[in-house]
């Protein structure tokens, strides 16, 4: 993932390359802080493994798309961070205990605000080419 941002880095040219690299790295640094919370808060049984190697698919395609974050790679990497949110939250429904599980749910509409933002740039620029 730090490789992948810091090529964003990299090929940077003004301040606004520098704050969209900061944009890619914010929320996967977030849901990184989100899975860990989520190994604190349960007991790791056999079940919950399965889930963090799944998420780590997730992420996996996530920083995959990260060179073209704001391209092409856009959809696949909205869709990956949905996925990966999603996952998330459906391990804390079913495992979380006490105020770890009520914050989660407290902070799950940003969450998923935050997965739907690639998603809506992208219809937003097909919808603008459709204009043109």
């Not at 989100?34 to 996996?60: D, P, S």
């Not at 990966?84 to 105020?99: D, I, M, N, Y």
């Amino acid at each position: 993932m730090i490789t992948q941002i810091t090529q964003l880095v990299e090929h940077a040219h003004g301040a606004m390359d520098f704050l969209r690299a900061l944009l890619v790295l914010v929320p996967i640094w977030w849901m990184y802080a989100g899975y860990a919370w989520l190994t604190n808060n349960v007991r790791v049984t056999w079940q919950m493994r399965l889930v963090l190697i799944v998420a780590m698919a997730g992420f996996l395609v996530m920083v995959l798309a990260i060179p073209e974050v704001f391209g092409a790679g856009a959809l696949t990497f909205g869709l990956s961070y949905l996925f990966v949110v999603v996952l998330h939250l459906g391990a804390f429904a079913l495992k979380g205990q006490g105020a770890a599980k009520v914050a989660i749910f407290g902070v799950t509409p940003f969450n998923l605000g935050a997965s739907a933002l690639p998603l809506k740039a992208i219809h937003a620029r097909k919808r603008r080419f459709q204009l043109l």
